[in-house]
């Protein structure tokens, strides 16, 4: 249709979650000074203030695992990103209340980030935690963790950086082996499937699914550079 702008497929859906009055607070007091803003390439330096190596996460819901890494490790640097307000305002919440120098937060499309603003070989190390599985089999496209996307983290990491992901989604997590595993510039550190490493907390929620029974599937894969022509 004439004028017709076609979109590509979104791996999310703004849902109307409901903000709290203190979300909406940090969101209206704390992004301007620990949100990131759009740019192409994102500095590291100039958005932390140090040169330390930076963890991207992507989808970091409510926060809560982000900042408990994040108070973990006060030598590296977090960029989360995420789409939902409320998430936002309550990571922004966490890093106030901890006092967490090392995390900043951008909203935005993590697809558009990832292929857009973060520099080739710049991370040490991506999360991906429980992504959205979108479990009927009509909008699998929608799943984040397709090979086109995948080769885009892949040349985000540094050579030795690692990809972590964790989802308690069975047929997604066999996907995401799959796709993992043909990627040329990725190489698995276990056989299949890896246990939880240390650095990963529980959440609430997958504490929650464990009791009840239901399995957790972590996948953690290295940069492999440069890749043998």
């Known amino acids: ?56 996460e992507i989808g970091f819901g409510m926060g ?16 989360g990103v995420e789409m939902h307000w409320p998430g936002v305002g309550a990571l922004l919440r966490r890093i106030q209340a901890a006092r967490l120098s090392n995390v900043r937060v951008l909203r935005h499309d993590a697809v558009d980030v990832v292929g857009r603003m973060i520099p080739p070989a710049s991370l040490a190390g991506i999360h991906v935690y429980f992504p959205d599985p979108w479990p009927k089999k009509r909008h699998h496209k929608r799943r ?6 995948v080769h885009a983290l892949a ?18 997590a066999d ?28 959440t609430k929620f997958e504490q929650r699914g464990v009791a009840c029974g239901h399995a957790v599937f972590d996948l953690l894969f290295t940069s492999r550079w440069p890749v043998a022509r």
């Open 175 to 202: 996907e995401i082996l799959a796709t993992l595993t043909a990627e040329p510039l990725l190489v698995n550190t276990a056989e299949g499937f890896a246990p939880r490493p240390a650095w990963r907390p529980l």
């Open 64 to 79: 809560e695992t982000t900042a408990a890494i994040a108070a973990a490790q006060p030598d590296v640097d977090f960029l």
């Open 1 to 56: 249709m004439n004028g017709e702008v076609r979109r590509g497929v979104r791996s999310f859906v703004l849902r109307q979650g409901r903000m709290s009055p203190a979300q909406q607070r940090a969101c209206d007091e704390l992004y301007p000074r620990y949100g990131a803003a759009p740019a192409t390439p994102i500095g590291f330096r100039a958005l932390f203030g140090r040169d330390a190596p930076v963890v991207l």
């Open 155 to 172: 040349l985000a990491l540094a050579p030795g950086g690692r990809l972590h992901v964790a989802t308690d989604w069975a047929d997604y």
């Open 144 to 149: 984040l963790l397709q090979p086109p996307f």
